[in-house]
T-cell receptor
């Protein structure tokens, strides 16, 4: 267990609803990343934070997506007005200290009906 | 932006044989190349990584080679075992600590 936790693990929602996911990284890991993974594909970068600052966002990230890391610890990813195409696994990863490794959480699987 | 291509998409080997997975990248500024293993329903886990100032790195049965001129890197698994069966992803980034661009993945099946 790498210590990264994500909640909820599964979320089923109806199209048009808003959803929010949470990621709790390894403590003292100052970098936190959000990725999206669809079936049979590699993870796709969405956004990342260094401490509480959001440093980069993917050009593919719709304005329906927003992420926060208010105190530089946990992070939330919100999707507004969900669409069926948002169905995917949302992965959080963190990195920090003396290691280059990005440690992934177990993911939140979103299904939009 | 960076583009990472990975081949093959599926690979089936007999237990004890070697497996090789290849990746190419497009951005010559990329200098950090990790490999992740993802078992069904599990999170990706780092198995080995390499920086651009090194041409080869080995860790027991796993090795990675990097050719910066050709912009490709490969994962080598020797003496494969059934527990090596998983999906393997290569990735690239500008410096460790930056966003990763992943390849499409290789499903490795090791037949006992």
């Amino acid at each position: 267990d790498t210590g990264v936790s994500q909640n909820p693990r599964h979320k089923i929602t109806k199209r048009g609803q808003n959803v929010t996911f949470r990621c709790d990284p390894i403590s003292e890991h100052n970098r936190l990343y959000w990725y999206r993974q669809t079936l049979g594909q590699g993870p796709e970068f969405l956004t990342y934070f260094q401490n509480e600052a959001q440093l980069e966002k993917s050009r593919l990230l719709s304005d329906r997506f927003s992420a926060e890391r208010p105190k530089g610890s946990f992070s939330t990813l919100e999707i507004q007005r969900t669409e069926q195409g948002d169905s995917a696994m949302y992965l959080c990863a963190c990195q920090g200290g003396m290691t280059d490794t990005q440690y992934f959480g177990p993911g939140t699987r979103l299904t939009v009906l | 932006g960076e583009n990472v291509e990975q081949h093959p998409s599926t690979l089936s080997v007999q237990e004890g044989d070697s497996a090789v997975i290849k990746c190419t990248y497009s951005d010559s500024a990329s200098n950090y190349f990790p490999w992740y293993k993802q078992e069904l329903g599990k999170r990706p886990q780092l198995i080995i990584d390499i920086r651009s100032n090194v041409g080869e790195k080995k860790d027991q049965r796993i090795a990675v080679t990097l050719n910066k001129t050709a912009k490709h890197f490969s994962l080598h698994i020797t003496e494969t075992q059934p527990e090596d069966s998983a999906v393997y992803f290569c990735a690239a980034s500008h410096n460790a600590g930056n966003m990763l661009t992943f390849g499409g993945g290789t499903r490795l099946m090791v037949k006992p």
